[in-house]
């Protein structure tokens, strides 16, 4: 059974930064993709990173670029995406996702974790 399980959330002043950490078991991902999506109270959920497993291709929503970097340790089974220059806007439930193919569409994706709060203070 395939297990996702975010951690690193918390309250951030605007401008700072966090790493949140995604701890995968039940499976072999050498094939997935690990993603990661946010939701905002009363929106919809976003596509904000995803890596492959494997060769390490990542990509990234345009609004985070140059600020987001998402990274997996194989040896761990964990990925983890640092988030740089935090804005208030970004304040949302942060969920660490598991899919064999990359789609930024969420209704795509198979596997998800319960997600993780992250408050930015402005």
């Known amino acids: 059974q395939v297990q996702l399980v975010e951690s690193g959330g918390r309250l951030v002043q605007a401008g700072g930064s966090l790493r949140l950490s995604c701890a995968a078991s039940g499976r072999t991902f050498s094939s997935y993709v690990m993603g990661w999506f946010r939701q905002a109270p009363g929106k919809e959920r976003d596509f904000v990173a995803a890596i492959t497993w494997g060769g390490g291709i990542t990509s990234y929503a345009d609004s985070v670029k140059g600020r987001f970097t998402i990274s997996r340790d194989k040896a761990k089974n964990t990925v983890f995406l640092q988030m740089n220059s935090l804005n208030a806007q970004e304040t949302a439930v942060y969920y660490c996702?598991?899919?064999?193919?990359?789609?930024?569409?969420?209704?795509?994706?198979?596997?998800w974790g319960q997600g993780t709060q992250v408050t930015v203070s402005s």
């Open positions: 996702a598991a899919n064999p193919i990359m789609s930024r569409n969420p209704e795509r994706w198979d596997y």
